[in-house]
Every structure is written in C-alpha cells, then in structure tokens.
C-alpha cells in the first residue's frame, strides 16, 4: 500500500453522514480509505479535524485528503494553516477540477449543508480525476509555496 492510493477523510460532527458517503463511494472506485471520525454527533470543533487530516496528508502518508464541515468554509481554513496544503472549498464540479488542474491542490473541503449528496460524490469525482496540468501553473503554486515561509 503506498501513500498514491490513500485518502484521509476527516469532518465535524454536521457531515459525519455525508463523509461516510463518500468513504464507500471512493473505496468502490479502488481508494484506500484512512476515516479519522468523527463517530459520534456530539459537537466537534471542525478546526481540530481540519488540522488532523491535513498533517497526515502533509506526512505524505495519504496522497489526498476530503475534509467537510457544515459550510466546508471553516475546516478548509484550519487544512490551509499546515505547511504544504492546498486545500479548497467546492460547491461545484467545475471549481474542484479546477483545483487540481491550477492549484495542484492536494485537499477537498465540501459543506456539508451547502450541497447534497448526488452532487458532493460528482465533485469528489471530479476533484480525484483531474490531473495537475503544471507549466505555467506549477510557477504560481511554488509562488503559493513561498508565501508558507
């Protein structure tokens, strides 16, 4: 098992169901899953999740990560504090291949209560299919890399 095949999902407590939807969704397309919880629905601060997710990511231990809160506003912003991710907020499928193909971005923030679940899985999709297109593009992600110090 290496790192090019794994995953890390992580949310708070308002986007538990939708994250294990997404969980089977990708295990059925060949992704090894790391769920990191929560389980339970009791409140959970989504900035310790966001944190959680992105450091094993940055590990390099899983090559993605899909992190989800309420609005995915919150808990994206707490992945992008970890040196070395770019994490995105999607609503739609456009601007989660986009964020691959630009950004080279190596996280997904979904809101849990912003879009269903039809549309979250196509924009999974859509985030894990799209390749980095680099060129002009790796220039302004190392611009991107320089301002983490």
Request: proline share 3%; net charge negative.
């Amino acid at each position: 098992m290496t790192a090019s095949n794994r995953i890390v999902l992580s949310s708070d407590h308002a986007a538990i169901q939708l994250r294990q939807a997404i969980a089977a969704h990708i295990a059925a397309h060949g992704w090894v899953v790391v769920d990191i919880g929560p389980t339970t629905p009791e409140s959970t601060p989504y900035p310790k999740h966001g944190e959680a997710a992105a450091r094993i990511v940055a590990s390099g231990d899983c090559r993605f990560g899909i992190v989800l809160c309420g609005t995915g506003q919150g808990i994206m912003m707490a992945a992008n504090k970890v040196k070395g991710i770019r994490c995105g907020v999607c609503s739609d499928t456009f601007s989660a291949r986009m964020i691959r193909q630009h950004n080279d971005a190596n996280m997904l923030s979904i809101g849990a209560r912003v879009v269903g679940e039809g549309l979250a899985l196509d924009i999974v999709d859509a985030f894990l299919t799209a390749q980095f297109e680099g060129d002009r593009h790796a220039t302004r992600v190392e611009m991107i890399e320089a301002l983490e110090g």
